[in-house]
């Protein structure tokens, strides 16, 4: 299947840094990347969708503001948590769809990032 | 999307067939069935999807009954590194996926 990588794997910084976190898709071109946000012993929960070179679509009860989403490439995806504080200690994971309308959905997810706030 | 039901765990004896229940009862005509599964800390690794067929790769079977409104995976035969959260989504062509709460499955020698 096609790959998907996250930097950094775990970071830890101090309350009101930002934090940014690249996902890149290594062998294929992502039309769509999605990012998700998964506390201790819950689910994954989508936190946005983004497409290359347009703005974001935010799930409901996600600050826009605090978490910054740059698709800038078919293979690049960032997420900024802006002013972070320990609340937003969390596991965040992107993935890359290639699915395009009338075909399947196919997602590939990163390993991951871990993000411990002070 | 239409919503699944899961088990929240299984227990399989290692070497044996895991099979993993969902309920899809409001699905809809272009909706897919997809199975991912997730092992302790990683991102959640693609298994099978299908429409209306049965469906097998070299990881599962896939089968989904008549009218869709459940399906199984299969896993032939399961392996200590099988153990995992499994999920089942239901989902459009395009659209997003939601992840429910899965079925934690237990491979036990």
């Known amino acids: 299947g096609a790959v998907v990588s996250q930097h950094p794997s775990r970071v830890i910084c101090k309350s009101g840094t930002s934090v940014k976190i690249e996902c890149r898709s290594l062998?294929?071109?992502?039309?769509?990347m999605f990012w998700y946000r998964q506390f201790p012993k819950q689910s994954l929960m989508l936190m946005a969708t983004?497409?290359?070179?347009?703005?974001?679509?935010?799930e409901q009860g996600v600050e826009k503001d605090k978490f910054l989403i740059n698709h800038a490439s078919l293979t690049l995806s960032t997420l900024t948590v802006t002013s972070a504080h320990p609340e937003d200690s969390s596991f965040y994971i992107c993935?890359?769809?290639?699915?395009?309308?009338?075909?399947?959905?196919?997602?590939?997810f990163g390993p991951g990032t871990r993000l411990t706030v002070l | 999307d239409a919503k699944t039901t899961q088990p929240p765990s299984m227990d399989c004896a290692e070497g044996r067939a895991a099979n993993l229940p969902c309920n899809h009862s409001t699905i809809s005509g272009n909706e897919y069935v997809y199975w991912y599964r997730q092992i302790h800390s990683q991102g959640p690794q693609y298994i099978i999807h299908?429409?209306?067929n049965n469906e097998t790769n070299e990881m599962a079977s896939l089968i989904i009954t008549e009218d869709r409104k459940s399906s199984t995976l299969i896993l032939p035969h399961a392996t200590l590194r099988d153990t995992a959260v499994y999920y089942c989504?239901?989902?459009?062509?395009?659209?997003?996926?939601?992840f429910g709460t899965g079925t934690r499955l237990q491979v036990t020698l």
């Open positions: 993935s890359g769809g290639t699915g395009t309308f009338g075909s399947y959905n196919e997602q590939f």
């Open positions: 989504i239901v989902s459009g062509t395009a659209s997003k996926l939601t």
């Open positions: 299908g429409l209306k």
């Open positions: 983004s497409n290359e070179g347009s703005k974001a679509t935010y």
């Open positions: 062998d294929f071109q992502a039309t769509t």
